[in-house]
């Protein structure tokens, strides 16, 4: 069986999920040519590797992740409150933000809550999917993204309080 | 200050998380310099993958596997015993004989839990561990990653008077570490003498216990 091949678009999906989880473009671009290079020494020794996109992703979240846990880097979750645990179910599906909020708060949600949204939102899993591959309390997450939308909701009612009456 | 009211429509959330991510590229050129790797690999590949070599290297591996799987058959037919116990001590002697710098100094099992995240188990106080050591009131200094039999374990290092003393755990399989007595069971653990030190091996709350000081 012949080797498939990494195309242009997938490098740049990855150089994008390497941005998702490390926030800095040379830290993604260092990530992704070591996922890259150890996709070719597999093939290299003649391995087959079936995806080989799903492969490098793997292995750049590996990576991070190890090198996450070893500095202790903590993404600074700014919108954290001191509110008592709220259960209330979040349907993320019908969650709708402005581009320049998400711009603006994406960088500091907890790099967990990202790799999840970006497994939801640009591969197509189910949060539950998500949390499952990469092995994160699905609690935990949920309530995080409810804190998310109550943020959210909260900034909107900010802005139209000042915008009232000019 | 008044903060400027935004006239932006919202979207739904999965569209603008495509869009942020989507906003951010890898330049071309260095896209370009990937793409020239993968071709150059593949084109080695490619090449040492020739018909009659490729037959040759089948029957070797082929044969080789073969081997590998008698072995492998033996291996695992064959019962783990004392030697295998003498392994993992032959290993943990080592270990207690570098005595490399500790991952994490804290004087409590909590802070050892909190510190290894990496392991598939839980590491835990053992009850049995002062039974074991010369009387004195140890004291935990701490722990750091470590392996038995190619399982990741931990170190933890205890100060008993004025010695220092090692105590390994990692979950425990009978396949691979053979029979261990289980505390509990009214029975000691075992003992062995490697290099001058005294190694007792027991399994408590489902881990392998591995203590090694001066005899």
């Known amino acids: ?38 996709y070719l020494l597999k093939i290299s020794r003649q391995q087959v590797i079936h995806n080989p996109e799903a492969y490098v992703r793997t292995v750049v979240r590996n990576r991070f992740y190890d090198q996450y846990r070893r500095d202790r880097r903590q993404a600074h ?22 581009q320049d909020e998400l711009q603006r708060i994406w960088s500091q949600l907890a790099v967990e809550d990202r790799d999840i949204l970006y497994h939801w939102a640009i591969l197509g899993l189910s949060t539950d999917e998500a949390c499952a591959e990469l092995g994160i309390p699905r609690g935990t997450f949920l309530s995080r993204m409810h804190r998310l939308k109550k943020h959210c909701q909260a900034r909107r009612a900010s802005d139209d309080q000042r915008g009232g009456g000019v | 200050m008044s903060r400027e009211r935004s006239t932006e429509p919202q979207a739904p959330l999965a569209e603008a998380i495509r869009r942020e991510v989507g906003r951010h590229r890898l330049d071309d050129a260095r896209v370009e310099q990937l793409l020239r790797q993968q071709q150059q690999v593949l084109a080695a590949a490619a090449a040492t993958r020739t018909p009659t070599r490729a037959l040759g290297l089948r029957c070797a591996v082929s044969l080789v596997a073969l081997i590998l799987i008698g072995l492998l058959g033996w291996w695992l037919l064959r019962p783990p015993g004392v030697d295998v116990s003498r392994q993992i001590a032959l290993e943990v002697v080592e270990n207690h004989l570098k005595l490399k710098p500790l991952d994490v100094h804290t004087d409590t099992i909590a802070g050892i839990q909190s510190y290894f995240t990496q392991l598939d188990f839980s590491p835990v106080a053992s009850a049995a561990l002062p039974d074991q050591l010369a009387p004195g009131a140890p004291r935990l200094l701490g722990g750091r990653y470590c392996s038995i039999k190619g399982d990741t374990a931990a170190q933890l290092r205890f ?35 490697v290099k001058g030190l005294q190694v007792s091996i027991w399994v408590e709350k489902d881990l392998l216990m591995v203590l090694v000081q001066k005899n």
Do not use: W
């Not at chain 1, 999920?17 to 990530?31: E, G, T």
């Not at chain 2, 990692?170 to 069971?185: C, I, K, T």
């Open chain 1, 1 to 38: 069986m012949s080797q498939p091949e990494l195309t242009a678009a997938q490098l740049q999906s990855l150089y994008q999920y390497a941005l998702v989880l490390c926030q800095q473009p040379a830290d993604a671009s260092d990530l992704l040519q070591h996922g890259v290079e150890t």
């Open chain 1, 77 to 98: 979750i700014a919108y954290e409150e001191q509110a008592a645990y709220d259960i209330s179910p979040v349907n993320l599906e019908q969650l709708c933000i402005q």
């Open chain 2, 159 to 193: 100060q008993n008077g004025a010695q220092t003393v090692t105590l390994y755990q990692v979950g425990y399989r009978a396949s691979s570490f053979g029979a261990v007595p289980e505390l509990g069971d009214a029975t000691a653990p075992k003992v062995l003498f």
